[in-house]
């Protein structure tokens, strides 16, 4: 990963857990670039308030103070990073300085996150894909009951990465076919709203 993928991923867990967020930071992005890979394009306001609606958590009479650049980042980091032909795409994960068990919980949620907005935004569409594409969701859908009660250990470092560079490309995988024209144009559904 990245040091500015890590970065933003720190950014939005210090966010998280000042306001006492139910939610994880992982599973918003992947929420987001399910989204995305759906079809669906929002204002920055708008991804704004799905984080807010993402955090889950109840303030009587105070807002919660986003850092809208660090919303708006995200969402052009992952769209541009989706459209791009050289397959830079990163999941916003934390990095190795946290246990295999937690990054292994975050991957795990991230899917989930990215199941659900892929769902809310390709809908039906989903069941048009091709068995090869069906058996691909199948394989997230079970990535999302992964076990996180794993010792640290290289055999354990190496299925994580494994793991996470088959999530990796499965939502590259996705993002093309559900959106044809993003990788030659890298504009197709910019402005749309679903």
């Given at each position: 990963?990245s040091?500015?993928?890590?970065?933003?991923?720190?950014?939005?867990?210090?966010?998280?857990?000042?306001?006492?967020?139910i939610?994880?930071?992982?599973?918003?992005?992947?929420?987001?670039?399910?989204r995305?890979?759906?079809?669906?394009?929002?204002?920055?306001?708008?991804?704004?308030?799905?984080?807010?609606?993402?955090?889950?958590?109840?303030?009587?009479?105070?807002?919660?103070?986003?850092?809208?650049?660090?919303?708006?980042?995200?969402?052009?980091?992952?769209?541009?990073?989706?459209?791009?032909?050289?397959?830079e795409?990163?999941?916003?994960?934390?990095?190795?300085?946290?246990?295999?068990?937690?990054?292994?919980?975050?991957?795990?949620?991230?899917?989930?996150?990215?199941?659900?907005?892929?769902?809310?935004?390709?809908?039906?569409?989903?069941?048009?894909?091709?068995?090869?594409?069906?058996?691909?969701?199948?394989?997230?859908?079970?990535?999302?009951?992964?076990?996180?009660?794993?010792?640290?250990?290289?055999?354990?470092?190496?299925?994580?990465?494994?793991?996470?560079?088959?999530?990796?490309?499965?939502?590259?995988?996705?993002?093309?076919?559900?959106?044809?024209?993003?990788?030659?144009?890298?504009?197709?559904?910019?402005?749309?709203?679903?």
């Open positions: 990963m040091e500015q993928s890590v970065a933003r991923f720190e950014l939005l867990a210090n966010i998280y857990s000042r306001y006492g967020a939610n994880h930071p992982s599973e918003l992005h992947g929420l987001l670039v399910g995305l890979s759906g079809g669906k394009r929002a204002t920055p306001e708008q991804w704004q308030s799905e984080v807010i609606a993402h955090m889950a958590v109840e303030l009587e009479g105070n807002e919660i103070d986003l850092d809208t650049k660090l919303i708006a980042d995200i969402f052009d980091e992952a769209l541009t990073q989706l459209q791009s032909t050289s397959f795409f990163e999941l916003m994960l934390p990095d190795d300085e946290y246990s295999l068990s937690e990054r292994i919980e975050a991957l795990g949620v991230w899917v989930r996150g990215y199941l659900e907005g892929l769902a809310l935004s390709a809908g039906k569409r989903l069941m048009k894909l091709d068995k090869e594409l069906q058996e691909l969701l199948r394989d997230l859908v079970a990535i999302t009951q992964i076990d996180d009660e794993t010792e640290d250990s290289e055999e354990g470092e190496k299925e994580w990465m494994e793991i996470a560079e088959f999530v990796r490309i499965a939502a590259l995988t996705l993002f093309a076919e559900l959106n044809p024209t993003s990788r030659e144009s890298g504009t197709a559904g910019k402005g749309l709203l679903h």
